[in-house]
């Protein structure tokens, strides 16, 4: 996602903020003046918590406003984590709004009020209980869509406003019904409730301002990535942080050391561009490379008869009858498995070579020893970062032998130029023709 893409998310999330804290001044100055007009006090105090329900909707505002400004020398990381000051900020005034309700509901147990407005006190409450659920609703939807946890934090508290529209609603009932307590209980009840988000809202708000890891789901979703691109061996060190609605990333990996700068700067472009495809929240991920090294080693030997590591190399590559696979242990010098495979391409008409070479690939080798191969065998299987190194000894185990005492050249080039069909009918009528880099037979 680029930083265009990034700011049309923050500025959604602040239109939507925008109505939210218009639509609630308007309701908190009605339910205020009806409140005193009427002697509902219930109303008033819901009508207080509104109005600081609306300065906090303007730090939000605040916060994702701050949040488009552009990385600069002294923010290099961006304002991202202003939206979560100004989600500590709201959470703070939550946390207030439930002592003071926990305070004037344990009054209101004593207290029997009248209301000389009921039916416009109980209209007044209804209409707060609809928008507060309408504007939740809509929160949450605009919250989700951009992964604000500001938005959705302040859809929340909007949810808590429909008990407190509720509650407000059933007191004024209660009251113009001459029924104690009603009013304060359900008071308290609610001031609970409110305390309770206050307090979840706080922790999320704390932990985001010390870079909280996302979680466990997007770690794995990130770790499956990052193992399914070719090249990389291992990773380590993967490291997520929440910077307001996005996500920062780092991690290690380890690719082959012969792979060259260019190639390992393609392997790291390619895990970025495909975690920021999938994950659409992660705004930078830094991927650091180093060299792999290991002490089992996976091998490829093409052979022509299946008599296990007896079996005489063959002189071909994509042509071979079969392919013996060894693991082994370079430090220790000692064979740990092997097991032998049909070459299912021996048969091509043409570009055998390429789809042996295919093969090899998915089966997941670290290096082939073959006499010889030819140049586009040879690239796929070096862009898949396989080790190709020259055959010396006439048997398999010969050939592994030498491996292990590194008397093995390493191939830095193919053995031969690309003939792209081999069958016997061509190579007797056809004749050879130069076109560009490549022989070919027309």
Do not use: C
């Not at 004037?104 to 009248?114: A, D, H, P, Q, R």
């Not at 209980?185 to 999320?204: P, R």
């Not at 292990?404 to 004749?431: A, C, D, H, Q, W």
Request: proline share 3%; net charge positive; hydrophobic share 45%.
């Amino acid at each position: 996602m680029n930083f265009r893409e990034r700011i049309d998310k923050l500025k959604k999330g602040e239109k939507a903020t925008k109505i939210s804290t218009l639509t609630i001044a308007i309701l908190a100055l009605i339910e205020a003046v009806v409140g005193t007009i009427s002697g509902a006090t219930i109303l008033v105090a819901d009508a207080l918590h509104n109005a600081i329900d609306s300065l906090t909707s303007f730090a939000s505002l605040f916060g994702l406003k701050i949040s488009q400004r552009k990385p600069d020398e002294k923010f290099p990381y961006g304002y991202y984590k202003a939206e979560n000051l100004a989600t500590l900020f709201i959470s703070v005034f939550i946390f207030y709004v439930a002592v003071e309700l926990l305070i004037e509901g344990y009054s209101k147990i004593f207290t029997l009020t009248e209301i000389s407005m009921p039916f416009q006190a109980m209209f007044v409450a209804l209409v707060s209980l609809i928008v507060s659920y309408l504007l939740a609703r809509y929160m949450r939807k605009v919250g989700n869509e951009i992964n604000s946890q500001l938005l959705i934090a302040t859809s929340q508290e909007k949810l808590t406003d429909v008990f407190s529209s509720i509650v407000v609603l059933i007191a004024i009932l209660a009251t113009f019904y001459r029924i104690p307590y009603i009013e304060g209980l359900f008071t308290i009840l609610f001031s609970l409730l409110v305390l309770k988000s206050g307090i979840f809202i706080i922790k999320d708000s704390i932990f985001a301002l010390m870079d909280v890891s996302p979680g466990k789901e997007i770690e794995e979703k990130v770790g499956k990535i990052i193992s399914s691109i070719a090249g990389v061996e291992e990773f380590k060190d993967l490291k997520l942080r929440k910077a307001g609605p996005f996500i920062f990333g780092e991690v290690t990996i380890k690719i082959r050391k012969h792979a060259d700068v260019k190639r390992a700067h393609e392997i790291a472009d390619s895990i970025e561009s495909k975690i920021k495809k999938e994950i659409e929240e992660i705004d930078s991920f830094t991927i650091h490379v180093e060299p792999y090294e290991s002490e089992e080693v996976k091998l490829a030997i093409p052979i022509d008869t299946n008599k296990g590591l007896s079996s005489e190399v063959s002189k071909h590559f994509g042509r071979a009858n079969y392919f013996v696979f060894v693991i082994v242990n370079k430090k220790e010098g000692k064979i740990i498995s092997f097991y032998t495979k049909n070459n299912p391409y021996k048969e091509r008409a043409a570009k055998a070579g390429l789809f042996t070479a295919n093969f090899l690939v998915k089966e997941r080798i670290d290096a082939l020893i073959t006499k010889e191969v030819g140049e586009i065998s040879f690239h796929t299987l070096r862009d898949n970062l396989i080790d190709i190194y020259k055959a010396e000894g006439k048997t398999a185990r010969e050939v592994i032998e030498n491996f292990m005492k590194g008397k093995l050249e390493i191939l830095n080039k193919p053995t031969k130029e690309e003939i792209v069909s081999e069958t016997p009918t061509e190579y007797r009528f056809g004749r050879l023709r130069r076109r560009g880099p490549w022989w070919r037979v027309w």
